[in-house]
């Protein structure tokens, strides 16, 4: 994007694999800016300095927030949360926040009980990661071509929120506007099952694998493309699943019905008409 931006001082809230990716394509994009790191980790802001992801680092939240025209909160949805507080009284009245949540709802109603001045809070959630976590697996080429929800609408007279959409641009990342409800159903279906189809496809391998490595000795890469996933821990998704439980319970109702469907028609050949509809969103994903 053209410099100057207005975003020239930027404080990372959170400095793992999320926001140290995107305190890392901010040093791309906007080479000018200053960027601050603070996270509830000490060693993760180590990591943070040692990787050149933010030019200095502090111990203190509200000190990391004060000042900046940007605050870019990547902490778990509970911990965000937890943090707004702080964060709406620190922030100065041109200062944005936006946060990279999984879930909105409760991280949007959170702000908006918090954030009564002239800051602003944007909530946002890139649809981008790895199995892995931490900054050692951060890149700032993680956004690119990925969809990046933004809460609101693309039409804010609001400048610093366009301007925002407009870096998300520079990313390589494509916004999608949407309101949190909206976005908690969609992440249900598209992301949340997605990952709970790989956990549970994991547990019955496992369980099904016995002293002799049979099932899983003749295991190839298709059971490996299918539990990438897998490898997502625990602590990434406790407080996503906590918050978004009545979408995904919907998302997985839904799959239990599709699994029955097979299970009803393996002997016939009906199951060419699911077979199709995969293949076509497949190459949907594809395009």
């Avoid at 409760?106 to 892995?132: S, T």
């Avoid at 494509?174 to 790989?198: F, K, M, N, R, Y």
């Amino acid at each position: 994007m053209t410099e100057p931006s207005r975003f020239r001082r930027i404080a990372v809230i959170g400095t793992g694999l999320i926001g140290g990716s995107f305190a890392l394509a901010a040093r791309k994009h906007l080479p000018s800016a200053f960027l601050l790191g603070w996270d509830r980790d000490r060693a993760a802001i180590a990591r943070a300095l040692a990787r050149e992801a933010v030019h200095d680092v502090v111990d203190d939240l509200a000190g990391a927030v004060h000042g900046a025209d940007l605050v870019f909160v990547a902490l778990p949805v509970g911990a965000t949360i937890e943090a707004l507080s702080a964060i709406a009284r620190a922030a100065g009245p041109r200062t944005l926040v936006t946060d990279a949540g999984s879930t909105k709802t409760q991280i949007c109603r959170a702000a908006y009980e918090h954030f009564r001045g002239e800051a602003r809070f944007l909530g946002g959630h890139p649809m981008a990661g790895k199995e892995h976590s931490g900054i050692e697996h951060a890149t700032a080429d993680l956004f690119r071509s990925a969809p990046y929800a933004l809460i609101g609408s693309e039409d804010s007279p609001d400048e610093r929120v366009r301007d925002f959409a407009t870096l998300v641009r520079a990313f390589g990342a494509h916004p999608v506007w949407c309101d949190a409800e909206t976005h908690d159903w969609s992440v249900g279906i598209v992301s949340h099952l997605p990952q709970l189809a790989a956990i549970a496809l994991g547990r019955v391998v496992q369980d099904e694998t016995d002293d002799t490595e049979f099932p899983l000795a003749l295991a190839g890469p298709g059971l490996q493309d299918s539990l990438r996933l897998a490898g997502s821990p625990y602590a990434v998704w406790r407080d996503i699943v906590l918050t978004n439980t009545d979408n995904i319970s919907r998302a997985l109702d839904r799959l239990q019905q599709a699994i029955e469907h097979l299970r009803q028609n393996l002997r016939s050949k009906d199951l060419e008409t699911e077979f199709h509809a995969a293949n076509e969103l497949y190459k949907r994903l594809k395009r």
